[in-house]
């Protein structure tokens, strides 16, 4: 029999057609249609300037985009030969690791919902709460962050951010502890995922698959371990690693690499260096319009001293943390609000960098840059050809292998099991029809 499953169908997260040759409750043979959700993504990138593919970027996998963020700006600045300040590599490790956890309580908690335990799907979205309200505290968003910028971040962390996330770590780790209580020695659950979705390392390597995927079969490939970015390597943590490759073992991953997250947040909350939290003690905190009419009419004396009064939005990206959260390039970063208000060179900086065919302009040349996303390396090849636009974008998304062998793995199990396979896979549709 010839059964459709999908596109629009419960059970498939995002538009994705399974087509299902069955005998009785067995899969004798499938194929995968995907497309249906084709976002040209690259193509996009190829028309807008650097800086206005960010918001592309977090369309990608849109559960965790801040790592998508990370990665496009990373790969731009390897192109322009960028060092960002080390505070903001930590906080874009920070803000990585908390994107992460989110996609994995996300992926786990949909996944046994989908299998029965609607209890576990309920603590999981309880528990990224918290942690997308850290996030929105941050980067002003819950979910399209637009965090990054080619050479650093938007702005830095709140003052009071260390504390409430460290209160969010220790009660997202205990919700880890309450969901292996209910469903990790479980019969059904377990019955469930054991030995079903089996894919083996020669399968998952040929298909070029990485993340909880393919360390689920043993293969102990991490991004952050095999080639370290940001701060990764002054950081210590473990990779798990599965054994039988099963959706069982993906579960376990899934969850351990939760707990390995926030081990480096709070590892990368220690070690971070200091960031101002006080205006210069000289100085004043002053509206915008009067900063800028004392600018025009060249009442200057100690105005560079004084600090703007910007919306909430604008937040972190005053004077004072300008250089601990940017690269000290004027070309690649607009200047801080205060001088942008109070003089005519930095105003005119200001124009270079957002003006259209200016702006950010590596030189030519092509990069690969890749990152450790949620299911797996996310990588972006920038082809420039000097102008303030790329010549080329090409994505490597983590999903797009995983479901390229995705019809090898679903043959041999029953019409149920596909539906906790494909809960394992992760797949984010916004990321594989980029």
Request: proline residues 5%; hydrophobic residues 40%; charged residues 25%.
């Amino acid at each position: 029999m010839l059964l459709n499953m999908g596109p629009s169908h419960p059970a498939m997260h995002g538009v994705i057609r399974i087509k299902v040759i069955a005998d009785g409750e067995m899969v004798k043979d499938c194929d995968i249609d995907i497309g249906f959700l084709h976002r040209g993504f690259e193509k996009h990138c190829e028309t807008g300037t650097y800086t206005q593919c960010f918001p592309y970027t977090d369309r990608l996998n849109y559960v965790s985009p801040l790592i998508n963020n990370f990665g496009f700006a990373m790969t731009v600045e390897k192109l322009m030969g960028l060092k960002v300040p080390e505070r903001c590599e930590y906080i874009r490790v920070i803000m990585s690791e908390l994107s992460r956890i989110s996609d994995h309580l996300t992926c786990v908690g949909a996944s046994a919902m989908e299998l029965g335990a609607f209890t576990v799907f309920l603590y999981m979205i309880k528990a990224r709460e918290w942690i997308w309200e850290l996030v929105e505290e941050v980067t002003g968003a819950r979910l399209t962050t637009s965090y990054a910028r080619v050479g650093g971040v938007k702005g830095d962390l709140p003052s009071d951010f260390d504390g409430k996330c460290r209160s969010v770590l220790k009660q997202t780790a205990e919700v880890l502890d309450e969901i292996d209580t209910l469903v990790k020695r479980n019969r059904i659950f377990y019955d469930r995922l054991r030995d079903v979705g089996i894919v083996s390392k020669e399968l998952a390597a040929s298909y070029g698959m990485t993340g909880p995927f393919l360390r689920s079969t043993g293969v102990e490939y991490d991004v952050r371990k095999a080639t370290p970015y940001h701060v990764y390597d002054r950081i210590d943590f473990d990779i798990p690693v599965g054994r039988r490759g099963d959706n069982y073992d993906r579960y376990l991953v899934r969850m351990e690499e939760m707990r390995q997250s926030i081990r480096i947040v709070e590892q990368a909350l220690d070690q971070i260096p200091e960031g101002p939290t006080n205006v210069d003690a000289e100085g004043k905190i002053i509206p915008p319009n009067v900063m800028a009419d004392l600018g025009k009419f060249g009442k200057t004396a100690g105005l560079l001293k004084n600090e703007v009064l910007i919306e909430p939005t604008l937040e972190g990206t005053q004077k004072r943390f300008h250089d601990r959260v940017r690269a000290d390039s004027k070309e690649a970063w607009i200047p801080p609000k205060e001088q942008v208000y109070s003089n005519i060179e930095a105003l005119m900086n200001h124009f270079k960098i957002i003006m259209l065919g200016h702006g950010v302009r590596p030189p030519k040349g092509e990069a690969y840059g890749a990152v450790e996303g949620g299911n797996g390396e996310l990588g972006f090849y920038i082809v420039s050809d000097g102008t303030d636009r790329a010549w080329r974008v090409r994505c490597r998304p983590p999903c797009f292998p995983i479901m390229g062998g995705l019809h090898e793995i679903l043959v041999g199990d029953q019409i149920a099991d596909i539906i906790a396979t494909f809960g394992s896979v992760n797949m984010i549709a916004g990321e594989l029809d980029r």
